[in-house]
């Protein structure tokens, strides 16, 4: 594996050192023209905090979080399905809270602990949520999964602190765990191979297994 | 998206005193209907202020006895909130029941209530749309209309506006607070919000240039069995086609709202009287002079059972 993720980083870095200069020859424009004119990109430092670590990036104001995850800090675990907030497969927590990460500005999250399923484990020390997705074949593709995978922990979160939720039967009393709670709450994760029961049995099951 | 300028706000003057200062400026909260809409280039803000930093984030008890909750206020936590979940549960409701988890943990109060419309021609670059282009006309009507309005509509746009908290807020008689960029301040009634499109349907609120949103606030609770019902295509992460927003009292009086049917959250409050009579009389009034189109006449209907079912739940 190591030599396959080395040449995965080699094209990576090709494709990024072109985009790069592209983006420098943008600069001194930006640079001379103080504000900068209407239409012309601006860059920005950004310092973001992402699993733990900390990253300084100089990048166009207008790059999303997602965007600065996968195509700066190669972080390609959150998936671009939609661009729009339509579809859930860009999920990250932030600040421990579940958020589309295509609809938010990298610059907006300057000073937040940003978690990506990256974060959550990695192959050899697996989150009881990727484990139970695996045990319960909650994927085919897998293209949803990282968003789904940090959903379902963040969901779990939320029910655990009360938070009530559209089917929640009573607003005045605790919420409790349920397969219907768990579907609706979910419904902002779209699976196109529809592996939703399966998710619904592996997220029960880390849910039990907290108590 | 096109290219802009950034800043974060340090206060709410400042911000609208910037916002004020250049007129393709924008506030960003959430972000989540924003950054969607200058994606698609249907927004082109060429400077964006960012209210985040500015608080505005609690939810205190007025000397009123009702309730402030600040601009920034994320939706989750407005819809989780002890006192709105006994006390206003109708807003809870209607919180829950639009967008995800997601979107609601990064979506603000304000935000949502500034929310722009849905409509699929709005969305369409390509197509002419008065809201998004003024004076180009409106693909909607005569074109694929079955998610849009059916009374308060105009020549010009038959548009809705999609969001469900509005609604929620709308029967709970909530009023907007804001600071404009000279420092003065007003309150405007959630009534005189938002705008019947006219032919002016790309001004859809009261606020003027720069003007900023502080908090909404809610009068003191008024009781009753709250209910919001929200009737769309699928049972969770849709608009609605038709949503009853109700607090309803022992003795059958009670106040309504409905959405997805107008421009804004449609209450009548001459309808509400009609109430204890049922559901058809006081449906027949909410929609009088309605003008369905050939796609969208089945919301007329729908209102009526929508309310009926509603007024069912309420009696058991
Ligand atoms: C896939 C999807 C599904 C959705 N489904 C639903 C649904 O079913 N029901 C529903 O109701 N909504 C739904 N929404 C919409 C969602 O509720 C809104 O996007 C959200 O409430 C907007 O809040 P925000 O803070 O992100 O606003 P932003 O995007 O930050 O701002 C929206 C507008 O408000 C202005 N603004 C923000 N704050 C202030 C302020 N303090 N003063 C003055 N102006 C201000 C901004 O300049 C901007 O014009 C959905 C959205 C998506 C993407
Ligand atoms: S209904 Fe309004 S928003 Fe839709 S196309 Fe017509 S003018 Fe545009
Ligand atoms: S890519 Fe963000 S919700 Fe689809
Ligand atoms: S596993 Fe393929 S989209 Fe969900």
């Known amino acids: ?211 | 998206m096109r290219a802009f300028t950034y800043e974060r706000a340090t206060s709410p003057v400042q911000a609208a005193a910037a916002a004020a200062a250049n007129p393709d400026a924008k506030f960003i909260a959430g972000g989540t209907n924003l950054l969607d809409l200058m994606k698609l280039e249907i927004e082109t803000p060429a400077h964006l202020i960012d209210v985040n930093g500015l608080g505005l984030d609690t939810i205190e008890a007025t000397s009123e006895g009702g309730l402030r909750i600040g601009a920034l206020v994320r939706n989750t936590d407005l819809a989780a909130d002890e006192r709105v979940r006994r006390d206003y549960g109708v807003l809870s409701r209607a919180i829950l029941a639009g967008a995800s988890g997601q979107l609601r943990n990064r979506a603000t109060t304000a935000g949502n209530l500034l929310q722009r419309t849905r409509c699929p021609y709005f969305y369409d670059t390509a197509q002419p749309c008065n809201k998004r282009q003024p004076g180009s006309g409106c693909s909607a009507i005569g074109g694929f209309s079955r998610q849009l309005g059916i009374v308060g509509t105009s020549e010009a746009c038959i548009a809705t506006n999609p969001s469900d908290m509005a609604v929620a807020m709308r029967v709970l008689d909530a009023t907007v607070e804001t600071v404009k960029p000279d420092a003065t301040t007003r309150r405007i009634p959630v009534a005189e919000f938002h705008r019947l499109p006219g032919d002016t349907p790309q001004i859809e609120t009261v606020l003027e240039r720069g003007e900023f949103i502080t908090a909404v606030t809610l009068p003191a609770p008024v009781g009753g069995k709250h209910l919001y019902r929200k009737v769309r295509d699928r049972a969770s992460y849709a608009f609605a086609l038709v949503s009853v927003a109700a607090v309803i009292q022992q003795d059958g009086t009670g106040r309504i709202a409905v959405g997805g049917v107008a421009h804004k959250p449609w209450r009548v409050e001459a309808a509400e009287s009609e109430l204890p009579r049922g559901a058809k009389v006081a449906a027949e009034r909410l929609l009088a002079g309605a003008t369905p189109t050939h796609e969208n006449a089945f919301k007329v209907p729908l209102v009526e059972r929508t309310l009926g079912s509603v007024l069912d739940e309420a009696r058991s």
């Open chain 1, 1 to 211: 594996m190591p030599i396959l993720h080395d040449l995965e980083l080699n094209r990576r870095d090709l494709m990024v050192g072109g985009g790069t200069l592209a983006a420098l020859t943008a600069v001194p424009a930006v640079v001379q023209a103080q504000p900068s004119p209407a239409g012309a990109p601006a860059l920005t430092k950004v310092s973001l905090t992402v699993n733990g670590q900390s990253h300084d990036l100089e990048i166009d104001i207008r790059t999303t979080l997602l965007d600065a995850l996968r195509e700066r800090l190669h972080l390609t675990g959150s998936k671009k399905g939609c661009d729009h907030g339509q579809c859930g497969a860009c999920t990250v927590l932030i600040d421990g809270r579940r958020v589309n990460s295509c609809l938010t500005l990298a610059i907006m999250n300057e000073g937040m602990e940003i978690t990506t399923i990256e974060g959550l484990g990695t192959p050899e020390n697996l989150h009881p949520m990727q484990e139970a997705f695996i045990k319960h074949d909650g994927y085919q593709c897998g293209y949803c999964t990282p968003g789904q995978i940090c959903s379902g922990v963040a969901v779990l979160g939320e029910i655990k602190a009360g938070i009530p939720s559209h089917v929640t039967p009573d607003l005045t009393q605790p919420v409790t765990l349920s397969d219907a709670e768990i579907r609706e709450r979910m419904s902002g994760n779209i699976c196109r191979c529809g592996a939703y029961s399966n998710i619904v049995e592996a997220m029960t099951e880390v849910a039990g297994r907290q108590g």
